[in-house]
């Protein structure tokens, strides 16, 4: 079975810009969470989607937005992008959206440079 | 709010020595707490979890923790590192009957000397 894709693997973009990231989690699999990872604020959990519809959010400002697909798939947004916004972007995967443990399959990220 | 405390960001081990790396949360209720390795340019592996039952886990690669509720501590040991253990670590802790969100510590970059 695939893992969790996620597209690109790397992006530079200037500061101003916006960005979409893209993720399609592992086939059957009907949550998506992201995270944020950066050196000085370590992983930080932006968003999780569940049936397309957004279950839980991060303290990110609103420049930071998701959707999901019916497919599951996952899209993030972030608009009028910041030096502080280069990070690597994680998405994670799994069956459902809560209830007992529900193990998270993470992707490899989307490294995000802004300059 | 859940969080989680790792100290010391880099840690230096002798190849064949113990590696220990602590964890400690802060929680009301019990949690669900997990250890992620995360390699250069590569996304979080599982490397063991605890959600409930037997408090010592045994994990891949060797790896165990054990979940101690009076000390709020999920340390993670393995008996004798090896060059492949370089990597960084990552405590995270989550809640039963919630959501998936997992709150992270800052990690721990483990660095093995041959």
């Known amino acids: 079975k695939a893992g969790v894709t996620q597209t690109p693997r790397y992006l530079i973009k200037t500061r101003g810009q916006q960005v979409t990231l893209s993720c399609s989690p592992i086939?059957?699999?009907?949550?998506v969470s992201w995270y944020q990872q950066t050196p000085g604020q370590g992983l930080q959990f932006l968003f999780e989607?569940?049936?397309?519809?957004?279950?839980n959010k991060g303290n990110f400002p609103g420049r930071f937005s998701g959707r999901q697909f019916s497919n599951s798939r996952s899209e993030m947004n972030v608009s009028t992008l910041e030096l502080g916004d280069s990070a690597l972007y994680l998405c994670?995967?799994?069956?459902?959206?809560?209830?007992?443990?529900?193990?998270?399959?993470f992707g490899p990220g989307t490294r995000l440079t802004v300059l | 709010a859940q969080s989680v405390t790792q100290l010391g960001s880099h840690v230096s081990v002798s190849e064949g020595a113990l590696v220990l790396l602590r964890c400690n949360y802060s929680?009301?209720?019990?949690?669900?707490l997990f250890w992620y390795v995360q390699y250069p340019n590569q996304g979080l592996q599982l490397l063991l979890k605890?959600?409930?039952?037997?408090?010592l886990v045994k994990g891949i690669n060797g790896f165990e923790a054990e979940f101690k509720k009076s000390e709020t501590s999920f340390h993670l040991t393995k008996p004798s590192a090896h060059m492949s253990d370089a990597a960084e670590y990552f405590c995270?802790?989550?809640?039963?009957?919630?959501?998936?969100?997992?709150?992270f510590g800052k990690g721990n970059q483990v660095v093995v000397i041959p």
């Open positions: 994670a995967s799994s069956l459902r959206a809560s209830g007992n443990y529900n193990e998270q399959f």
């Open positions: 086939s059957g699999h009907r949550s």
């Open positions: 989607y569940f049936s397309e519809t957004q279950r």
């Open positions: 929680s009301s209720v019990p949690p669900y």
């Open positions: 605890y959600t409930t039952g037997a408090t």
């Open positions: 995270a802790v989550t809640y039963p009957g919630g959501n998936n969100r997992l709150a």
